[in-house]
Nanobody, 123 residues
């Protein structure tokens, strides 16, 4: 009953920038950690960056200094600003969130995922 929808992917050239956004919807109580993962063909899904509700961030070494994760708790959104993109950044990017939500009188918890958005970086 919680949905995450990503947007902002596309085809760019090396050195360009993209900003991904993810909006969570549903009868949400609160969202703890939010994160971006990515998966390239033939590879495992890997953590790109995450951010706690209080704003503490963590990044994969491969994107440090180039990507910035941020969130807007009032809007239940998380974004990933990607600068100086490289061909090796090409992947499907997925939004992830730890969500507490209401179903009637029941308070439930979900490790929720978006459908993914394609980022392709050409050299």
């Amino acid at each position: 009953q919680v949905q995450l929808v990503e947007s902002g992917g596309g085809l760019v050239q090396a050195g360009d920038s993209l900003k991904l956004s993810c909006a969570a919807s549903g009868d949400i109580v609160t969202i703890d950690t939010m994160a971006w993962y990515r998966q390239a063909p033939g590879n495992q899904r890997e953590l790109v960056a995450n951010i706690s509700r209080g704003g503490t961030t963590r990044y994969a070494n491969s994107v440090k200094g180039r990507f910035t994760i941020s969130r807007d708790n009032a809007k239940n959104m998380v974004s990933l600003q990607m600068n100086n993109l490289k061909p090796e950044d090409t992947a499907v990017y997925y939004c992830n969130a730890d969500v507490a939500y209401w179903t009637g009188r029941r308070r439930l918890y979900s490790d929720s995922w978006g459908q993914g958005t394609q980022v392709t970086v050409s050299s």
